[in-house]
């Protein structure tokens, strides 16, 4: 099965099981930061597609918000202790050992921009995972490292979600 079918299916369950929203939308959220995993699970998409229900199916903001940002957060804090503990070692773990200049380029991005650049890194891709593996690798301060975590986490949650509302917003708007 392709992934937008996984996708297509948890948004459905979402839709029909608001309930449910905040838990998977913290682990869809856990699972886009956590280093490993968002190089398999792109699951941005997904929190955009239920930012969408959002307005159109009731589910409450603040739960889903803070269930994501949270997800988002402890995915970081987890990679970041990862790199911490496995140093330079975690480059040669799959799926990182197959791509070998996610290191190299989270190093020399960590390096140009220090703390500023844990907040910059989650909204790019590729640097979302590598990022606080470097953080943790260099030793960068642990609260420092937080602060910047949980704060772009809680930006970046509102982002998608927010996205996903206006989209869905603009469609109602020209579907009637």
């Known amino acids: 099965m392709e992934f937008q079918a996984y996708v297509d299916q948890i948004i459905a369950f979402v839709r029909e099981n608001a309930a449910w929203a905040p838990p998977i939308v913290f682990a869809l959220a856990f699972g886009e930061s956590l280093a490993f995993i968002s190089l398999l699970i792109p699951a941005w998409g997904a929190l955009v597609a239920i930012g969408a229900l ?50 190299p380029r989270g190093e020399a991005f960590m390096k140009k921009w220090g703390v500023p650049g844990i907040f910059i890194g989650r909204f790019f891709g590729p640097l979302r995972a590598s990022v606080p593996l470097i953080a943790g690798i260099f030793e960068m301060p642990f609260w420092r490292f937080q602060f910047a975590n949980f704060t772009s986490a809680f930006v970046w949650a509102a982002v998608l979600l927010t996205l996903g509302d206006g989209i869905s917003t603009v469609v109602k708007y020209f579907w009637n």
């Open 54 to 103: 959002i307005g159109s199916s009731g589910i409450d903001f603040w739960p889903i918000w803070i269930a994501a940002s949270l997800g988002a957060a402890m995915g970081d804090w987890l990679s970041y202790w990862i790199g911490l503990k496995l140093e330079y070692s975690v480059q040669h773990i799959w799926p990182l050992s197959r791509h070998p200049n996610l290191i």
